[in-house]
């Protein structure tokens, strides 16, 4: 019972991250450019994205910790790690895009934002095929 109880927890909180991430692409970022003007939803994003990758490194730990620790398929093990890694990464470059877009570097900005969009489809495809891997 407590063993079973324990794997909803898990899957409750992998869905969790995929639902943080489906949250942000469906409701945050299209209100921000419709509604606010250029000034603001800069320093918006620039408030919210670290939170965001940082909500779902921490959202990916659990779940690491359980593939590393008790029997599970390689399968989820390497996705937990792919998805742990990918939130870092997403976390790590927000100061890089921040810089390039403060200095007109359009191709590293560019180069850095294609990563970011990368790491959240990543985490997004890896947590949905973990949560029906446990």
Not at 68 to 93: D, K, P, Q
């Given at each position: 019972?407590?063993?079973?109880?324990?794997?909803?927890i898990l899957?409750?909180t992998i869905?969790f991250?995929a639902?943080?991430?489906?949250?942000h692409?469906?409701?945050?970022?299209?209100?921000i450019f419709s509604?606010?003007?250029?000034?603001s939803?800069?320093?918006?994003?620039?408030k919210i994205?670290?939170?965001?990758?940082?909500?779902?490194l921490i959202?990916s730990?659990?779940?690491?910790?359980?593939?590393?620790?008790?029997?599970?398929?390689a399968?989820?093990?390497?996705?937990?790690?792919?998805?742990?890694i990918?939130?870092?990464i997403?976390f790590?470059?927000?100061?890089?895009?921040?810089?390039?877009?403060?200095?007109?570097?359009?191709?590293?900005f560019?180069?850095?934002h294609?990563l970011s969009?990368?790491?959240?489809?990543?985490?997004?495809i890896?947590s949905i095929?973990?949560?029906?891997s446990?």
């Amino acid at each position: 019972m407590c063993a079973l109880f324990g794997m909803e927890i898990l899957k409750l909180t992998i869905i969790f991250q995929a639902g943080i991430v489906l949250t942000h692409l469906a409701l945050t970022t299209p209100i921000i450019f419709s509604v606010l003007d250029d000034e603001s939803s800069s320093k918006f994003l620039r408030k919210i994205f670290p939170r965001y990758y940082l909500g779902l490194l921490i959202f990916s730990f659990p779940v690491l910790i359980y593939a590393l620790f008790n029997e599970t398929t390689a399968y989820v093990w390497y996705l937990s790690i792919f998805n742990a890694i990918h939130a870092a990464i997403g976390f790590i470059v927000i100061p890089a895009t921040n810089a390039a877009r403060d200095r007109d570097w359009s191709k590293t900005f560019s180069y850095l934002h294609g990563l970011s969009v990368y790491c959240t489809a990543v985490i997004f495809i890896s947590s949905i095929l973990i949560f029906f891997s446990l």
